[in-house]
Nanobody, 127 residues
């Protein structure tokens, strides 16, 4: 079974940093594209950052570009999300998700394209 677990969330002040980690079992990141998504209270789940397994291509939502960095360590089977300069609006439950790669180097951003989801980790940014 594919299992994903996001960790690293917590309470941080505005302008601070957190590093989230997504650990996986039952799959190898070499063969799966990974996405980070978040869901704030009362809002729909939205994409934050994505990484393609076939070529390491990365992309970010406009709202986090320049502040968040996604990285993968295939030896550890983890994908991290470094979040800097956090804003109040970054407060949400963050989820990592996986999909089998088409090995086409594409970035797949939609929630519906990811069949495997882990439990989320809560990030709260305070003023």
């Amino acid at each position: 079974d594919v299992q994903l677990q996001a960790s690293g969330g917590g309470l941080v002040q505005r302008g601070g940093s957190l590093r989230l980690s997504c650990a996986a079992s039952g799959l190898m990141f070499d063969d799966y594209d990974i996405g980070w998504f978040r869901q704030a209270p009362g809002k729909e789940r939205e994409g934050v950052s994505w990484i393609s397994s076939s070529n390491g291509r990365k992309d970010y939502a406009d709202s986090v570009k320049g502040r968040f960095t996604i990285s993968s360590d295939n030896t550890k089977n983890t994908v991290d999300l470094q979040m800097n300069s956090l804003k109040l609006e970054d407060t949400a439950v963050y989820y990592c998700a996986a999909r089998e790669s088409r090995l086409d180097g594409g970035i797949y951003k939609r929630v519906s394209e990811y069949p495997y989801w882990g439990r989320g980790t809560l990030v709260t940014v305070s003023s």
